[in-house]
Each structure stands twice: as structure tokens, then as C-alpha cells.
């Protein structure tokens, strides 16, 4: 009985993807160049990484990154149609794998470059004005909430690998390994509204958790409360209509609503 073409391209791709075998009976003299197709299949996954993670390439080195980058396709294969998203796995997994777990650095290298790569090629969309802000109603306040620009990411990073990446980035050599952190810092990466280029901070504390919480749909109330456990209560209104101004200015903003109401 013969095999359809199809059920031949399905045992094909499930070699490439998951190395199975059931395709070896069907190939001529055993299929001698086979291999040369597991070999190509899984170096162009790791030369893909290799653009998206050009910093923590040379954070490893030559030889660690390609056995790192190849053990990662090898824990997490690609399975979607496009291999953009190949690497939103890698930096939790090296934060997990025996060999990188315990060295911050690493981890937080990838987290920033799929953070400002997202920032970089996420859909755009048009940003809430200042005018819009003043249009806002009094009564409307304590129950607004915020959608914000598709192109606005975080990570959160254990090690300050900014300088190591714009060095890379500029073609210069990094003067230093990165440092770790005392504590955690949340960066955003966002593409900002007039020049379109990518843009990048880290956010205080407050900051992170009021952004966070307008993520997460909670009301400009609520993330004044927020703010407050973080600093003087009676600076606390103060504080979250600056950091909203800064984030209209940044574009960060696309939508304001209040349950129940219009203007």
C-alpha cells in the first residue's frame, strides 16, 4: 500500500521537529543525507536565536552560547508557524536550567532583549492625548481605567545589563560584566510616538506596581492606594497624576474608561 504525500511531509516535519523515525522506511538506501537536514533544521533555529539575542551571544561566548542555544531548541521546539517566537521561552528557562540558574546575568540579558524586541515589532496603535486626560469628568476619576499601547513591555531584571547591551549595541567593547541588583528592577520598553524608535527605562518601585495594576484593569482609585503603601498618603494623589502624565507623554496610553460612564 502506498503513502500519501501528505502522510510522507507529516513524517518528514516530525523528524525535523521531534527526531521520530517513522519516515526512515520510505527513504531511498536508508536516507544517507537525512542528517544533513536534522543538522540544517536545528542550526537555522539557533542562528535566529542568535540575531534576536545578539548581547547575551556575547555574554557566553561562541561555544557556551551554541550549546546553550541548542539545548533551549531542544527543551522548546518551535511550534508555531513563524519562528519570531522562538525565544519567548529562553529567558525563563535559563533562569530554571541547571546551568544558568545561578548566574542572574544571563536570565536578565535575554529578558531584556525579548523585551525590547517586542517593543520593537508589536502593533501600533494611537495614544491618548493630554487633551484627552483634561476631558476626563471629576466624578469619572476614582473608576478609571487604562488600556495600554500594545508596544509597552516589562521584564523584570536581577542584574544591570543595560550598559553590557548598548555596548554591544554600539560595536564597542562592554567595559564590565554586569552587576547584580539588591533587589529586582522592572524596565519598560515601549517605541516612542514621534520618532518610533525604541525606548527604554527602569520604573521605581511604585511605578512598576501602579503600571502593573493598570495592566491588570484595576482603577486609577485603586492604584492611588497602590502608590500610597509606598510613599506619604498626602503625596500619594500627587504622585500617580504625575506618573500618568509621564505615561500619556511616553504614549504608553490608548484607551480611558469609567464603568458606567461617558464624555
Not at 533562569?95 to 540558574?101: A, I, L
Not at 514621534?194 to 512598576?208: G, Q
Not at 482603577?219 to 500610597?228: K, P, Q, R, S
Request: proline share 6%; hydrophobic share 45%; glycine share 6%.
Amino acid at each position: 500500500m502506498s503513502t500519501s504525500l501528505s502522510d510522507l511531509q507529516g513524517m518528514f516535519q516530525s523528524r525535523l521537529l521531534s527526531g521520530e523515525h517513522d519516515i526512515d522506511p520510505h527513504l531511498h538506501a536508508g536516507g544517507p543525507f537525512m542528517k544533513a537536514y536534522d543538522h540544517a533544521y536545528r542550526a537555522r533555529l539557533v542562528e535566529i536565536l542568535t540575531e534576536d539575542f545578539e548581547a547575551l551571544h556575547t555574554l557566553l561566548g561562541d561555544e557556551q552560547f551554541f550549546r546553550t542555544m541548542q539545548d533551549y531548541v531542544d527543551a522548546h521546539p518551535s511550534t508555531t508557524r513563524s519562528v519570531r517566537w522562538l525565544g519567548r521561552h529562553l529567558a525563563g528557562w535559563l533562569k530554571q536550567t541547571e546551568d544558568w540558574s545561578a548566574h542572574p546575568a544571563v536570565s536578565s540579558m535575554a529578558a531584556l532583549e525579548w523585551m525590547i524586541g517586542l517593543a520593537f515589532d508589536s502593533p501600533d496603535a494611537a495614544p491618548v492625548a493630554i487633551l484627552d486626560i483634561g476631558a476626563v469628568p471629576p466624578e469619572a476619576w476614582p473608576m478609571l481605567t487604562f488600556t495600554l499601547h500594545p508596544a509597552l513591555h516589562t521584564a523584570v531584571l536581577e542584574s544591570d545589563v543595560v550598559p553590557f547591551y548598548q555596548a554591544v549595541k554600539a560595536e564597542q567593547d562592554p567595559d564590565a560584566a554586569p552587576v547584580r541588583y539588591e533587589q529586582p528592577v522592572t524596565w519598560a520598553a515601549w517605541r516612542d510616538p514621534h520618532s518610533l524608535m525604541v525606548t527604554y527605562r527602569a520604573l521605581e518601585t511604585d511605578e512598576a506596581l501602579a503600571l502593573q495594576a493598570a495592566r491588570d484593569g484595576q482603577t486609577f482609585d485603586a492604584i492611588c492606594e497602590l502608590i500610597a503603601d509606598c510613599t506619604e498618603a498626602d503625596e500619594a494623589a500627587v504622585r500617580a497624576a504625575g506618573l500618568l502624565r509621564v505615561w500619556v507623554e511616553s504614549g504608553w496610553l490608548i484607551g480611558l474608561d469609567a464603568e458606567g460612564m461617558s464624555w
